[in-house]
Structures are given as C-alpha cells and as structure tokens.
C-alpha cells in the first residue's frame, strides 16, 4: 500500500519550488518542511533576489518553519530539499536539531557529505529521491546560463 504523502510526494513540492526559482533566474533549489504530513514552510533559493548569498532555500524553509511553530527546534520535522544541504545550510539544520533530512539530487562538490559536516546526532538524513528530476532541473539552468 502506498501511502499519499510519501517522501516522493513531499519532493514534488520541493520541486515545485525549484521550478520557482528556476523561472526567477535563482539557482533552482527548493525546500519544503513538513510536520505530521503537513507543509508548515515553503521557499526556494532568492540569492540573487535578495542580493544574499545565506538566502538558500533550505535557511529561508528554517526560518519559515521556525516562525510558524512559534520556536527555534524542528526537531519532529522533516526538511525536504532538491539539493544536498551546503555546509552552511547543514550548520543551520544542525542547530535546528531538524529531525530528519531528505534531499534530491547529490551535491559531489560542496555538499554537506562530501565537506564532512556534521549534523545533530538525532538527525537523519536520506537522499536520492526523484535525484534525477533535481539534476535535470540543475542542468537545464546552467546550460540556459551559459547561452
């Protein structure tokens, strides 16, 4: 039995987000965080928008969430993001002490993996769902960039 809000489910909201970005000239990333199968936070990259290279999707989905539960910890809630969290984005989260992370598309140069950062002891963190729809969307915007 599959059930309707699965991490693939979730993704395509993140997803959905990155397609903002994308349509934004914004590096396409987006993130969703949920609690209890609901979305309580919405973002996506606004780098340029904000002329603020800490304006990823995951810190604007942190502070989001964290306005809306009225508190700093999301420990009972799940990040999902269409790129590996960076290592400032995994310093965040690691302060946040997220629950769990699920994130798209493998980031072999600056992600949180590959950097060795580390995230709070409780968090987990899985990768690889709908990583090829993620890098699809990747590739197309840096391939529009370099026309």
Known sequence: MIL???DSYFMKKALQEAE?????NEIPVGAVIVIKDRIIARAHNLTEQL?????HAEMQAITAAANFLGGKYLRAC???VTLEPCQMCAGALYWSQI????FGAKDEQRGCGVMGTQLHPKTVITGGILAMESTTLLKRFFEKRRE
Do not use: M, R
């Not at 903002?20 to 934004?24: D, H, L, T, V, W």
């Not at 629950?99 to 699920?102: H, R, T």
């Open 78 to 80: 799940t990040l999902y």
């Open 4 to 6: 309707p809000y699965d």
């Open 99 to 102: 629950g769990k992370i699920v």
């Open 20 to 24: 903002y970005a994308f349509e934004q």
């Open 51 to 55: 002329n603020d290279v800490t304006a």
